[in-house]
């Protein structure tokens, strides 16, 4: 039972325009959501974050919203960069479990073109 | 350098001799995990430890050990090693609270033939 799903398994866009990448969780006990990203020959490394307190939480050219209602979150990236191509991880968090355990998606790959 | 550290980063092994993938970091973490990552599947944790001496199952625990003598120490032994082991292995290390995520090492290939 798949708790947290990117249901893209790759994105394309192109130099200077916005990426927008999807992620569906299914478990309501979730209240603290991550992004990481991946490159190649490489651990994860964390991206940005947001509590279920909030719809939305900016970094630069990073924005996580969440639509709790619809148990659905998204990473927008603008402008996108040949540099952002990587996987990108959603993950949840429950934060009153006795498990400090994120759960992951299977991940997007974003390829961004010059 | 705050980081996690794991070796050896590549390993070929053969079906059923037992190895060790150490995982240690420099951060004073009382949280440690190890992931497997798998095509189609993503990340999946294999186990846990919320400080020295307490570890516990993850999602898919079947053929693997760990052990938490020190902080910062968490190595995943593999005692009989299967062809369906091949994966990638990361190990991660956090503060305990929610605002803080994951450190994670660089990764350890695994393939067991």
């Known amino acids: 039972d798949q708790q947290v799903k990117q249901n893209s398994p790759s994105l394309s866009v192109q130099e200077g325009r916005i990426s927008i990448l999807n992620c569906d969780y299914t478990n309501s006990m979730f209240d603290y959501f991550l992004w990481y990203k991946k490159y190649p020959a490489e651990g994860p490394t964390f991206l940005i974050s947001?509590?279920?307190?909030?719809d939305k939480n900016e970094d630069g050219r990073f924005t996580v919203f969440l639509n709790k209602s619809a148990k659905h979150l998204s990473l927008h990236i603008v402008p996108s960069q040949p540099g952002d191509s990587a996987v990108y991880f959603c993950a949840a968090l429950n934060s009153g479990g006795s498990n400090y355990k994120l759960t992951f998606g299977k991940g997007t790959l974003l390829t961004v073109n010059p | 350098e705050a980081q996690v550290t794991q070796n050896p980063r590549y390993l070929i092994t053969v079906t059923g001799k037992k190895l060790t993938v150490t995982c240690s970091q420099n951060m004073n973490h009382e949280y440690m995990s190890w992931y497997r990552q798998d095509p189609g599947l993503g990340l999946r944790q294999i186990y846990y430890s919320m400080n020295v001496e307490v570890t516990d199952k993850g999602d898919v625990p079947e053929g693997y050990k760990v052990s938490r003598k020190e902080k910062r120490n968490f190595p995943l032994i593999l005692e009989s090693p299967s062809p369906n082991q091949t994966s990638l292995y990361f190990c991660?290390?956090?503060?305990?609270?929610?605002?803080?995520?994951?450190?994670f090492g660089s990764g350890t290939r695994l393939t067991v033939v």
């Open positions: 947001i509590s279920s307190i909030k």
């Open positions: 991660a290390s956090s503060r305990q609270g929610i605002n803080y995520g994951y450190t």
